[in-house]
């Protein structure tokens, strides 16, 4: 026994009996002596230090998810082999089930061998004898291996809550076995969501089920992990009960090649394969993410229809023509959804699609981006580099934080990580991030930042470790060695709306983390107002619903927003969604005034105040309701399609001091407000530049500058960059 092994005799020879593992890993390494001085541990063992290099302690045990060494699922796992290498890995044509635009409609998206219109029959009865036809699309998309494959796509409409139904796909012209299909409350409801399930991650691995001669081949891997994620999904959705979504945060799955080629093309697609091979994601809708190893390809975009998608020409030259996929978005019950790109950084196609989702859908309780690069993770392998920190930061905690998300979904670095509450810092801090704190077991009421959640590898083939010390940022981090999944709990009631977050182990169900515990006041807005947004006809979109009136015509009140542009434009404000009729002073326990004209004498931050005399003759402060009014500054110009307009304003407001013996605060102090003025200049980490661009090339920060990143695209970047 020695560094390289345990040796026997053979035939009077020397013969390795048990290769140390670490040569696997590096020929360099070998297993330690007994002088070696006890180093980390990590997916594959233990590992020391002995002459100034790793060694791995011989008699330690990896820690990836290897099947092979399991006992508990001995039988499932080998008639499983059989079935993958003979049946499953060379079937592409399975079926994925995506949220339609919302709740009430679903995306359907499958590959075909033959170019007939593609349809699904959806009904209520199990037969399907009352089931509808939805038709759908076909384009043709590739030839792999001598067969050519085509994509398919269709939705289906008008989808009620609390409903089993019964749907049949038509693949080739013929149609296949019913399927059944569950909707549920939309008020109390279950979300599961999943990081990297890395199909084929296991490839190369080390594994002591071969006494490590040699490390898993493609093959090995792609059926290990396959294996391994329909035991999630099973796991997940027993545990959960009845889950409504399956949120998957991006790598679904391994293979990033640089050099394209039919093998491994090929080995993508088997990997693909064994991601949609589970029955039960054909009952409940998948959110898949791009990932850095889906976004080699275009196999992404064709096996999935994405809902609400936008694609600019920057970004589709950003891929030359071949794009793995889009940023897109939807409403779920009463969440919007955000799922971006991030492998593609350009923030201005963030901040566009953002836009378009607040637009459409601006009354949601909550609001939920998903991308696959960590924001605010602390895996050692990547959450550090330059891409993110300098990149995707900067950008996205302030898209993030001022529209008002309530929590980001990442994955990438494959170690468990959650934030504090980030709050965005603005400018003078470089685009740098706040935070305020947060605990387990604690309900937090509409707190100032969002929550940030990275999950582990949910197959649990790549488990990495976290960056020491801890960073500011992080509240919590742990590398279990386990696959996981989270589950997120909807629930609406006595007027408020929570979200409780909570982390499991895939194997045991045991909890790893939480419950992290988010709760609002219901939004008593009708589902439809976004049918009620008047301004879209003159060309503007309507506010969010906190929105304050800045000015009002005959065509209603209206707001300002920071368009796509990044610059404050003009937003139509919905009648009855600010509630403005409600006597915001009340609270405070002043009536409001019964005469709407009456002059503002004082405003602060609670909103304007004027004085009344009350029921017993004598003065008192009141509240004005909020109203549309002319004092307040601005020099944004609202265009219309026959002329353009400024609206008319004051250069400011001064507060007017009175003689009264009313008091509602301790000091009287005259002051000046008015609103923000747009800048002809670019906002922070705007687009400043690049080919068909027509706008301003100056950053409005001073201690911004517009810097080229290629031909097609410049962006405004603190100096220091």
């Known amino acids: 026994m020695d560094g390289e092994g345990d040796w026997g005799v053979n035939n009077g020879e020397w013969c390795i009996v048990n290769r140390c593992w670490a040569t696997l890993i590096n020929l360099s390494y070998k297993c330690c002596s007994p002088n070696a001085s006890y180093y980390s541990v990590d997916q594959d063992g233990e590992w020391g230090v002995e002459n100034n290099n790793f060694c791995g302690y011989r008699n330690s045990t990896q820690k990836w998810n290897d099947r092979e060494l399991r006992n508990d699922t001995r039988v499932e796992w080998n008639a499983f082999k059989e079935k993958w290498d003979n049946e499953y890995k060379d079937n592409f044509e399975r079926l994925s089930v995506l949220p339609g635009e919302d709740e009430s409609s679903l995306n359907f998206g499958w590959y075909s061998t033959t170019e007939t219109i593609p349809s699904i029959c959806w009904g209520t009865t199990k037969d399907t004898s009352d089931c509808e036809e939805f038709k759908g699309t076909v384009t043709y998309f590739k030839d792999l291996s001598g067969t050519s494959y085509y994509s398919n796509a269709v939705t289906v409409k008008n989808i009620k809550r609390n409903t089993t139904y019964y749907y049949k796909r038509k693949l080739n012209g013929q149609w296949e076995k019913p399927i059944q299909f569950k909707t549920y409350d939309q008020d109390n409801f279950k979300i599961l969501f999943v990081g990297d399930p890395q199909i084929g991650g296991a490839h190369d691995r080390i594994t002591a089920s071969n006494n490590y001669s040699r490390v898993l081949t493609r093959e090995e891997g792609n059926r ?257 060695y386990t696959p996981t999944f989270g589950v997120m709990d909807f629930k609406k009631s006595d007027g408020k709306v929570t979200m409780t977050i909570n982390t499991y182990d895939v194997e045991s169900h045991k909890l790893v983390d939480g419950p992290y515990i988010l709760e609002k006041d219901i939004k008593m807005v009708n589902n439809n107002d976004n049918d009620k947004c008047w301004s879209l006809s003159q060309g503007y979109p309507c506010c969010d619903p906190d929105a304050e009136t800045i000015y009002s015509d005959e065509s209603g009140d209206w707001g300002l927003a920071l368009n796509s542009n990044n610059e404050l434009d003009w937003c139509g404000i919905i009648s009855g969604v600010n509630d403005n009729d409600k006597c915001w002073s009340e609270s405070l326990g002043f009536p409001c005034c019964s005469d709407e004209n009456t002059i503002i004498v004082e405003s602060d931050g609670d909103g304007d105040w004027g004085i009344e005399l009350n029921s017993n003759n004598e003065w008192e402060w009141c509240g004005i309701k909020k109203k549309g009014n002319n004092n307040q500054t601005t020099t944004t110009t609202k265009k219309t399609t026959t002329t353009t307009t400024t609206k008319k304003t004051t250069t400011t407001t001064t507060r007017k001091t009175t003689t009264t013996t009313t008091t509602r605060k301790t000091t009287t102090t005259t002051t000046t407000t008015s609103t923000p003025t747009p800048s002809n200049c670019v906002e922070d980490f705007g687009k400043c530049g690049g080919k068909d661009y027509s706008g301003p090339t100056c950053c409005k920060s001073s201690n911004f500058k517009c810097v080229s990143f290629g031909e097609y695209y410049s962006q405004c970047i603190p100096n220091q960059y």
């Open 224 to 480: 290990n992990d396959a294996f391994n994620w329909n035991v999630t999904v099973y796991n997940s959705f027993n545990f959960a009960g009845q889950p409504s979504l399956l949120l998957s945060a991006g790598d679904q799955a391994d293979e990033e090649y640089a050099v394209k080629g039919n093998e491994y093309d090929y080995n993508e697609e088997s990997q693909y394969s064994a991601f949609l091979l589970p029955k039960l994601m054909q009952t409940i809708p998948t959110v898949p993410t791009i990932g850095n190893h889906d976004s080699y390809t275009e196999n992404f975009k064709y096996h999935f229809n994405t809902p609400n998608n936008y694609a600019s020409k920057n970004y589709t030259k950003y891929y030359n023509g071949n794009e793995p996929g889009y940023n897109y978005f939807f409403k779920y019950n009463n969440i919007l959804f955000v799922v971006l790109n991030t492998n593609a950084p350009i923030c201005e196609e963030f901040t566009e699609i953002i836009n378009k989702a607040i637009t459409k859908y601006p009354d949601t309780d909550w609001r939920i981006a998903m991308f696959h690069q960590d924001l605010y993770g602390d895996g050692s392998t990547h959450s550090q580099n330059d891409g993110i920190t300098k990149v995707l930061r900067p950008c996205l905690t302030k898209l993030i934080y001022d529209n008002k998300f309530d929590l980001v979904l990442n994955g990438h670095d494959h170690v468990y990580t959650v934030s504090k509450f980030i709050t965005y810092t603005g400018a003078d801090n470089y685009g740098g991030y706040g935070f305020n704190s947060i605990e387990r077991n604690k309900v937090y009421h509409k707190p100032d930042g969002t929550l940030y959640i990275t999950a582990n590898c949910s197959t649990g083939n790549k488990l990495y470790k976290y960056v020491k010390p801890q960073l500011d940022y992080v509240y919590y981090h742990d590398q279990t």
